[in-house]
């Protein structure tokens, strides 16, 4: 396993190591040609579908994006042109044999539709583009970027579906094959289920993780793409391929696991392309001809852990030359498989991110110690260790520790229903004659379980009951979480809030896979609430393209025949009544998309899903009484006097019916986007009779209250503007009197929480949300710190019947950017073309400083305040402009790079607000400075 280690584990790469480190103030390595670039426009940070230089594309026309470097106020492309090439030297020639768009006179930099001549599967494509300014100067070409396709037609695939004539725990397969000399490129497309890990030659293929990403596998199944040429040599090659269970087959056998179920046996398709110098093709794909055995894993499970026995590998089965006819012959599957998708119903791999040194090590008897990795977090462990044959070393994952300093699993799910671990027995290597002082010395690194945790406990288990122990030389934790480009940064003067934002952004980190998790450990699973209700604040800090697009599919395969999108996608799982059925998580389905257009100008998830859309909208509206929708399940997790897991403060009649509502009006701006008038009409027309309803059952005027008066239903009724405009204040005043009564502590839950931040920033009292946020005793963010918590927990006191590694609760990271930082996208410019900037200095903030790298380049909001001087320095992208607001007690003394603002260059003076001046900027970099006076 130690050619394994070397490639995943300690091979990181050094931008992903530098892009997540979250205590410091970073630029995004990839983007350091936008702050080196000084010249004129350029195009840089090329993408196709998202991604840079991306494999297994599926999709005919790929849509082509890239960013605009340039320091001059003002710059903006106004034509583009676009050539590709099936090779470097082609482009290098000016012979685009695929694609020459000549001049394009455009300000579009994203979505472009590939429209050359037919691509063909596992092609690669290479390509590159220039730009017109504004003074149609020219720019120079970019780098060149490049992408390689997938299948593109079913009956391509030379594979069939292979598996064991048997059910085995965890499987290993082999096959070998020729190479003739003469070999110029082999590219190969696999699959391997519940998750596989290919060698080729006995080196590992890649560098991804628990791949494929987690599907339903009854309507789609997702398959990698790899250039594997120099993997490969001219005669007598071996793939090898091993495979454990995932989410596609889950078992329980007296350890932890959340449900149990199986989509069939362990399985694996391989389409191997050999393209020859002299024109020639052949194929290697999986048959009948493969042989299989049991594999070392002896226990596997996504929720279990992982058992290896080291003594059950065969040795030197993934190298040419090894004898397998002891072996079975695989078994072809005859049932049909899913449909077999590549890229484009795909997110970004899962793989190593860092690698983390224990900062304590307790021994607690001779035979078991405890390891602190400092850090809850996504976590695979590294274990470097000798002793017998036969011998073990068991690993046991925890949050949080007992006085005592053993583990406390209940914040993981109830220890009566099991532990979970990784357990790895020696095979009792000889002492080497090289290197005594690493004699005996096994490595192991798990393939198919992680988990979220801090602490492991390490139990030493002798081959024979009172034999020798094991000696542990070193364990290691490794962060393992989708690779998804971190895009913000955020920092202020405030140290509790520093803390918190990182609190919140771990516990992001550990469940960005390739679902967005709920928890890393006990549950694994899709709840979609976190999907829309933090999809801002996950935006913001990551670029979430494809990773919301997976979702999106992953909503689309579950949806049932009836319209109805379940609380989970996908549904691995069926719960019963509300925890199946709950507005408030379904409506993910039409939030998802719009937001992918708010922050990306997606319009794809739009007219991709617009029919499906409407029929989980026509669910709602059969199920809806009066005007009024109790599918739901409340403010989840509001801090209520009997501190449960349900809602107590705020029913599901209110939460559910708000969501129908937003829905509907969400359904209609789709609508007018896409060109469906009368639809939209229609939906309007809906969204109406849904707030006269609310209206009717929820409005008090005697009491100047909405529903039950809580801190979530007053925010929903502002939020979504239930209310009139003569009663805004006074539920706005009952809002703010019962957050003063009770020191500004929130009982907002999962559901409501974002609505009270917003509400409250909305109508102007961001000075609130800083009080309710800065407090150090319960319920909040610091009360979690103040308990020890690492990343942010389920419920707001951080109690132990909890999920210790929950992000539901993180929608406070939107309010730094959106409000605090003030990085908005004005929604009629989407994709950020036209930006919102808008800060709010509160509390005792004496700097912000913020930068977003958004689809179409870096916006940076850094301000300072002292000594009555509110100074702001703002970036924007080229072919972007921004509506900035001041703050300033005096607006006509506003100066602009020291001179009056509404003279400076590429500064239009539109309006004074209140305590604000209104300026329109063009593109590039600006410093206001203004008196201030708070």
Partial sequence: MLGVIDQVAVSLSKSLLFCFRAAAWLAVPCLSAEALFTGNLLPVSLRCEYDPDPRGVDEPHPRLFWKLAGHERGLRQTAYQIQVASSLDRLAQQQPDLWDTGKIVSEESIHIRYQGAPLQSSQRVFWRVRVWDHKDRPSDWSTNASWIMGILRPDEWRGQWICAPAETEALILRKEFEVRPGLKRAVAHVCGLGHYEMFLNGTRVGEDLFTPGWTDYRKTTLYDTYEVTGLLKSGRNAVGVMLGNGMYHVVRRHRFAKFTGSFGPLRAILHLRLEYEDGAVEFVGTDPTWRVHPGPITYSSIYGGEDYDARHEPHGWKLPGFDDRSWTKAVAIVRPAATLKGHSASALPIRAIQIHQPTRVQRLAADRYVYDLGQNASWMPRLHVRGPAGSAVRLIPAEVLHNDGTIDRRTMGSPERGLSWWQY?????????????????????????????????????????GGPLPEILSLEGVLVHSISEPVGQFECSNDLINQIHRLVRWAQRANMMSILTDCPHREKLGWLEQAHLNGPSLRYEFDLGRLFSKVMHDMADAQLPNGLVPNIAPEYTVFDGPFRAAAEWGSAFIQVPWQQYLFYADEDLLRRNYDRMKQYFAWMESHAEQGLLAQGLGDWCDWGPERVNRAELTPPLVTATAFYYFNALTLARIARRLGYDADARTLEQKAQTIRAACRQAFWDPDRGTFATGSQAAHAIALELEWLESNERPLVLASLLRDLTCRGYAMTAGGIGFRFLVQALARSGYSDVVFRMIHRT????????????????????????????????????VEWFYKDLAGIDCDPEGPGFKQILMRPSPVGDLHWVRARYHSIRGMIESHWHLQEGVFQWRITIPPGTTAVVYVPSAHPDQIKESDQPACRSPGVTFLRSEQDRAVFRIESGSYEFVSPWKP
């Fill in 425 to 465: 027995t020696l095979k009792g290597m000889a002492p080497s004659q090289n290197n005594p002082a690493k004699s005996g010395t096994e490595t192991w690194f798990p393939q198919f379980y992680y988990v979220g945790c801090r602490y492991l406990e390490a139990h030493l288990l002798p081959a024979e009951p």
């Fill in 777 to 812: 005793d319960a319920p909040g963010y610091g009360y979690q710190l103040a308990q020890g918590a690492t990343a942010l927990t389920e419920f707001w006191d951080a109690r132990r019947t909890g999920s210790h590694n929950h992000f539901m609760l993180g929608h406070i």
